[in-house]
């Protein structure tokens, strides 16, 4: 046999093993693919959107309706439409309290707080719970008269359905925007654009800002949409808008992690420096005066920088002042620890909306009040839902001087807990609104805070007798709703018995004799 041949029978057989393998490596390969494909599709279901109208209302800083009635109260945000798409006045419908400015330049309006970021525009909220725990992809809210109070929605990470609270409660902004007035009273669905989370969340919290509307806003429901499986991050949401740089900004420095607000109030490590620079030949008085401008974050953050700004920034001059209200969410006790130090001689303080959902421990507070009271001549508390008995009594106790009281929506607090508050005789203004304050707490106020000048029992379910309200600056007698009042003194006092039941007759408002009109709602 000639040689060539076996050589060519050799290259064939190499040539048809090669195409086998080939062969065989493609089948498994394809085999591998469809596995692999097939699997994911297993893992991976089909992320079906969920709809799904408010099942609860949870909590709220204040309504227009009684607390024994349905009417404007927020209780209706709850459920399934009533009224829209309809536009007008209805009483199914959700009401805050108050809307434009008249509120802030009534004789008894309460001077505002400094220092309060520009970022934060809230003058009242409303926490909604949902059936099932979705990342959001979009909140409806159908607004049906005078729309475009709503300046912010929030998503929380507790579920209010669970039985077990978790260690650390976060609060996210979907959504925020400055106060805008809207052209019309018609009724609208109001969509924004929200960003997206990396928790699902059944919690949402609305919002608002009246100041700017003609009347009243109303809503009727509020529709959220949302996957139960974490969406990927589209391009869309993934594409960042100039315009948005600032307030992702304000949103670090005024976000809603407890941690970073904490860490900002803790001492820090300074570096050594020879000098100060120009800051040495500053008079000590000009340098709180600039510092007096910061917000709390950057006051806390401007101490990291050197030990002289440090002094001045620890300085317990510039807490004379402090409202906590625009960090509700991060405030906790580890917070009012860290400002023990800085605030003992503190003459106004706001703690409204804060401690919530265990954020702060009655111990908590009373510790810090037996460290800060003694100088206290105004106190906010409103929506302060862990305020007990014991909480009253620590505050007449350590707070000698308070001349303003407000506890209003404090709903937790038992009606005998407001008998607390005769003791503190130099009380001259005092908010309960919807408050569980019975007509013998009242009557013993006004007995023993001679000074009361301004009063609030709107929504008090639980006074509806008469009432004989006497002090040097305030005489006012209240029957079925029937109102006189006379002013003896250069500032006009005021009684605000907003939706109160005084006897069968209702809401009747006279003012025979009066030459010095006081503020009355």
Not at 60 to 79: Q, R
Not at 158 to 168: C, D, F
Not at 183 to 206: D, E, H, S, V, Y
């Amino acid at each position: 046999m000639s040689p060539v041949f076996p050589m060519l029978t050799v290259l064939s057989m190499f040539y048809y093993m090669c195409l086998r393998r080939r062969a065989r490596t493609a089948t498994r390969g394809e085999m591998n693919s469809r596995r692999a494909i097939e699997s994911n599709t297993r893992a991976l279901p089909i992320n079906v959107e969920i709809v799904q109208y408010a099942k609860e209302v949870l909590d709220f800083s204040s309504h227009y309706g009684s607390e024994n009635s349905m009417s404007y109260t927020m209780w209706n945000l709850a459920g399934i439409p009533n009224v829209y798409p309809s536009s007008g006045d209805f009483t199914q419908t959700a009401v805050f309290r108050t809307y434009g400015t008249w509120w802030d330049r009534c004789p008894s309006a309460r001077l505002p707080f400094k220092r309060t970021p520009p970022t934060f525009c809230s003058q009242d909220y409303v926490e909604l719970a949902f059936e099932e725990p979705v990342y959001p992809t979009a909140v409806h809210i159908l607004e049906t008269y005078h729309p475009g109070a709503v300046v912010r929605i929030l998503a929380c990470s507790a579920n209010p359905y669970s039985q077990n609270l978790p260690a650390e409660v976060r609060w996210e902004i979907l959504w925020s925007e400055a106060p805008t007035k809207v052209n019309g009273p018609q009724a609208r669905q109001f969509t924004p654009c929200i960003k997206q989370i990396n928790f699902p969340t059944n919690l949402i919290r609305l919002e608002v800002n009246s100041s700017l509307l003609d009347y009243y806003t109303e809503l009727d429901a509020v529709v959220l949409h949302g996957v139960k499986e974490r969406p990927v991050l589209s391009l869309k949401t993934s594409m960042i808008d100039m315009n948005d740089i600032d307030d992702e900004d304000d949103e670090e420095k005024y976000g809603c992690g407890m941690d970073t607000l904490n860490k900002q109030f803790s001492i820090v490590t300074l570096r050594e420096w020879p000098t100060n620079g120009y800051f040495d030949k500053l008079p000590y008085e000009l340098i709180q005066l600039i510092l007096s401008h910061l917000t709390v974050p950057d006051l806390c953050r401007l101490a990291q920088t050197c030990k002289l700004l440090h002094q001045h920034c620890c300085d317990p001059l510039q807490y004379i002042h402090l409202s906590l209200q625009p960090y509700w969410a991060r405030i906790n006790d580890t917070s009012l620890e860290y400002l023990q130090s800085r605030c003992t001689l503190i003459q106004w303080l706001n703690l409204s909306w804060t401690g919530n959902r265990g954020a702060i421990s009655v111990s908590g507070f009373s510790r810090f009040l037996k460290v800060c009271g003694s100088e206290l001549i105004r106190l906010e508390l409103s929506c302060g839902h862990f305020l007990n008995e014991t909480c009253l009594e620590v505050i007449t106790e350590m707070c000698p001087n308070l001349q303003e009281l407000n506890l209003s929506s404090c709903d937790k607090i038992p009606p005998q807990a407001f008998n607390h508050i005769a003791k503190v005789g130099s009380l001259k203004r005092l908010i309960l609104y919807r408050t569980k304050v019975e007509q013998t707490a009242v009557l013993s106020i006004l007995n023993f805070c001679s000074e009361l000048q301004h009063l609030s029992l709107g929504s008090c379910v639980m006074v509806y007798v008469l009432l004989m309200l006497r002090a040097p600056e305030m005489n006012v007698v209240l029957k079925g709703g029937v109102s006189q009042e006379q002013s003896r003194g250069a500032e006009s006092p005021s009684l605000t018995c907003w939706t109160c039941s005084f006897g069968a007759s209702q809401y009747t408002i006279g003012f025979p004799c009066c030459k010095h009109t006081a503020s009355l709602c």
